[in-house]
């Protein structure tokens, strides 16, 4: 394993091309899909073929992406919309206590550099999110959504 690529059972397709200085773990990876430095997926992330994953983004416990989704520099991921680091008694939580939310990106999504994608969502199906966009809920096949929270600025044609 080359020291600046961390990679620990990563599934991962053919033809796959890997930056350095990248953190992958318990994940699947598609064929043809390309991860930019400083990267980090998580355990049990699902990434479909031919995606562009750019630098510095973070794809946490939950995300699955679809075929031929694009994701822009430093894009970031949620998974639990009230993270705490301690339970009620003050004791440090266990990976139990969290309520994991998944995300589901179809086929064909572009993600703008700097968005953040709330958990629990769908991105449909070549749906497009712009840069710096807060994502809080679903955004149907097609549409564009820009802002904080996102938007619908225009619908499928």
Known sequence: MNDLKKIRNVKLGKKVWLSDFINLYDCEIGDETKVGPFVEIQ?????????????HSFLCEGVSLGNGVFIGHGVMFTNDRNPKATNEDGELMSPYEWLLETTVVEDRVSIGSGAVILPGITLG????????AVVTRS????????????RIVKERE
């Open 43 to 55: 355990r049990g992330v699902k990434v479909g073929s031919r995606c562009k994953i750019s630098s």
């Open 125 to 132: 199906e070549a749906c497009m999110v712009g840069a710096g």
């Open 139 to 150: 955004v149907p096949a097609g549409a564009t959504v820009v802002g904080n929270p996102a």
